[in-house]
């Protein structure tokens, strides 16, 4: 088991938030990528972050997004859509959606519309 799985996701919300402002974005953009990619409405996400959640139990509980697998691309050197684990893969295409909103890209391109 990876240690990840076993992380608060609200330990690690933080540095997200950090990373999209330090970049112009916003936490309610972070939030609609975490509601769009998990299904999770503001007080589903407020609950876990209270509530100290692990990512396994985080995404345990999510409804992920029939579109989530169109995520693709790398993310610390490892394909998103070659992993194997379901669980780690669902943390990478976070950390991938993540990742673009940080580099600028258009939120209708994050969230995979057409």
Not at 83 to 110: F, N, S, W
Request: net charge neutral.
């Amino acid at each position: 088991m990876h240690r990840i799985f076993t992380t608060s996701f609200a330990s690690v919300y933080p540095l997200y938030v950090a990373k999209l402002e330090r970049k112009g974005r916003t936490r309610a953009e972070l939030d609609d990528v975490i509601a769009w990619l998990t299904g999770f409405d503001d007080a589903a996400l407020r609950a876990h972050l209270d509530a100290g959640s692990t990512f396994e139990e985080f995404f345990a509980a999510a409804q992920l997004n029939p579109d989530a697998e169109r995520i693709t691309g790398v993310v610390c050197g490892v394909r998103v859509e070659q992993i194997a684990d379901p669980l780690m893969q669902r943390i990478r295409y976070l950390d991938k959606l993540v990742d673009e909103l940080a580099r600028g890209k258009a939120m209708g391109k994050v969230l995979r519309h057409a």
